[in-house]
């Protein structure tokens, strides 16, 4: 069986406990895959806000988990104390959340099934006005992020709380992405959000800038090839969706190009 990454250098900027499956499977293409996540995820700083909303679970109706590692610094805490409330709707972005939340019992999980961000979520028809209109939303997410969920269902008159219960933050130092950039030795990179790409971007000297735009970078969403691209990236390859867009983009790139 050809291996396809056979030689290559590719660098996997997830958090490390979503990094598993691609890091994998580029290491059985005969790749080198280097984890070098872009965002460091920790616990929020003020745990109040989430034990206040642990307290009053029963008043939502729907509980919206941004990412696998909102449901990871949530769903343990809810749990210790306490069942899931039988009438509780839980709401996942994306299928690794619906699988994370899986893995703690919690099923029927509502989610988008192709594209995998708050506008594919708020297209969902248990979204719409009619059916959160004076309902109680909880949704669990990082520190900042973006506000169009939360917005958008306040627009439809659901009444929206915002937990942080975990914390985003850029590594200190790109030091070994700049070694393997000045020995020649970085063949590619993938990056999943694009506040990992301005974290990249910000942490870079100017020789390996040059270097980030002329590298091939692998990205699962429009919208971060869309600042890829303002920000001067020159081979930006906008896949399907998830890991498994990402691995079957790899799979077929024209490494000689």
Request: charged letters at 20%; glycine letters at 8%; aromatic letters at 6%.
């Amino acid at each position: 069986m050809t291996r396809r990454l056979c030689g290559k250098t590719i660098v996997v900027t997830r958090p490390r406990a979503q990094a598993p499956k691609l890091l994998g499977w580029i290491a059985e293409q005969g790749g080198e895959p280097l984890l070098f996540p872009l965002l460091e995820i920790s616990p929020a700083d003020d745990p109040e806000p989430l034990q206040s909303a642990i307290a009053r679970l029963e008043t939502y109706s729907l509980a919206v988990f941004i990412s696998p590692n909102a449901v990871e610094y949530s769903v343990p805490a809810i749990l210790a104390g306490r069942g899931w409330p039988a009438d509780l709707q839980a709401v996942a972005i994306g299928q690794g959340s619906v699988a994370a939340l899986a893995a703690y019992g919690i099923s029927n999980t509502l989610a988008p099934l192709e594209r995998f961000d708050s506008e594919a979520l708020l297209e969902l028809p248990a979204l719409q006005r009619a059916d959160v209109s004076g309902r109680r939303v909880v949704i669990f997410r990082g520190n900042g992020g973006r506000e169009l969920l939360a917005d958008g269902l306040r627009e439809r008159g659901a009444e929206v709380d915002h937990v942080s219960c975990y914390r985003r933050s850029a590594p200190a130092t790109a030091a070994p992405l700049e070694a393997l950039w000045r020995s020649d030795r970085l063949d590619a990179i993938t990056i999943t959000s694009s506040e990992g790409l301005r974290n990249l971007v910000d942490l870079l000297d100017a020789p390996a800038r040059a270097s980030l735009c002329t590298t091939p970078v692998f990205v699962p969403h429009q919208r971060i090839a869309g600042m890829a691209q303002k920000l001067g990236l020159q081979r930006v390859i906008l896949t399907e969706p998830a890991d498994a867009g990402i691995i079957a983009a790899l799979n077929v790139y024209n490494w000689r190009s």
